[in-house]
């Protein structure tokens, strides 16, 4: 009997540990990893893709503006990369970097590929994975403004929603 009562206190307190293991480790780390620029008739396929979803209200992503006014010349496409590591044991799921907007900022969105708007970011656990922003802005937004952006950072780990915020300078 004295040797059962051992092996079950031995037991609960791995048990305990693990739990504690898991709930501190249970967060996303995320780094900036680049940006890239391209204007917007060097996307038109994309911009006229855009376009047309704002003016159907059926954009997936975040629109910062009512439509999509103009042609392509008047907007830069900004894609940023970010490196999302997950060192827990439980997995993240619905991620989703967001910019704080600023002015002239039309709309952004997050994807797994920078071809593919709005999946289903995951980041298994003990894994790490690039997520890509693309934010379209107007062109004549002040340069300074852009390099200092930051981007909220929001996903799910055990059902409850989790914020970071990011810089990128």
């Given at each position: 009997?004295k040797y059962?009562?051992?092996?079950?206190a031995?037991?609960?307190?791995?048990?305990?540990?693990?739990?504690?293991?898991?709930y501190?480790?249970?967060h996303?780390?995320a780094?900036?990893?680049?940006?890239?620029?391209a204007?917007?008739f060097?996307?038109?396929?994309?911009?006229?893709?855009?376009?047309?979803?704002?003016?159907?209200?059926?954009?997936?992503?975040?629109?910062?503006?009512?439509?999509?006014?103009?042609?392509?010349?008047?907007?830069?496409?900004e894609?940023?990369?970010?490196r999302?590591?997950?060192?827990?044991?439980?997995?993240?799921?619905?991620?989703?970097?967001?910019p704080?907007p600023?002015?002239?900022?039309?709309?952004?969105?997050?994807?797994l590929d920078t071809?593919?708007?709005?999946?289903?970011l995951?980041?298994?656990?003990?894994?790490?994975r690039?997520?890509w922003?693309?934010?379209?802005?107007?062109?004549?937004?002040?340069?300074?403004?852009?390099?200092?952006?930051?981007?909220?950072?929001?996903?799910y780990?055990?059902?409850?929603?989790?914020?970071?915020?990011?810089?990128?300078?």
């Amino acid at each position: 009997m004295k040797y059962a009562a051992i092996f079950m206190a031995v037991l609960v307190a791995v048990g305990l540990m693990l739990g504690v293991y898991t709930y501190a480790n249970a967060h996303l780390t995320a780094a900036a990893v680049s940006m890239n620029a391209a204007q917007g008739f060097e996307k038109p396929e994309d911009f006229a893709a855009l376009q047309n979803a704002m003016d159907h209200n059926a954009l997936l992503g975040t629109a910062y503006a009512d439509s999509l006014p103009g042609s392509s010349l008047d907007y830069v496409f900004e894609t940023y990369t970010f490196r999302l590591r997950n060192g827990g044991l439980i997995g993240a799921e619905m991620v989703e970097i967001e910019p704080i907007p600023l002015e002239g900022d039309v709309l952004s969105y997050t994807t797994l590929d920078t071809a593919q708007v709005n999946a289903n970011l995951t980041v298994p656990a003990r894994k790490e994975r690039d997520a890509w922003c693309v934010v379209v802005h107007s062109a004549n937004q002040d340069e300074l403004l852009r390099r200092q952006r930051k981007f909220r950072v929001t996903y799910y780990m055990w059902g409850m929603a989790k914020t970071m915020t990011v810089s990128y300078q």
